[in-house]
């Protein structure tokens, strides 16, 4: 009896598993694949991204943050002086200290974060 989500699919042949080892020697063969370089990523050198300087967090209750007011200060898990996170669309790349430029606050990145991707 059929199942509502059978997707009536022939049945698989083992043969159609198999390595084929002459494609892969075919693909090992054809040489070093070409290094990217910037002008490869002209094209997505518009897209706009989000970067995020976070300062600190800190963890409170529900309860407690009902509580909050205008002049409550919240102690965050940071030093001062210490290191803050910089994120490119909620992804950490790189730590900083916060400067002053012109009356603004400002990030001069001290380490970039590398990831394996």
Known sequence: MPNENDLNL???????????????????????VPVKTAEDLEQVFDVPVTVSAVLGSSRIAVGDLLRVTPGTV???????GEAIDIFVNERLVARGEVVVVEERLGVTMTEIIKTDR
């Open 10 to 32: 022939p049945p698989l042949n083992p043969a159609d598993l198999s390595f084929d080892h002459n494609a892969a020697d075919s693909v090992a063969r054809s040489g070093p």
């Open 74 to 80: 919240l102690e965050l898990d940071r030093r001062v």
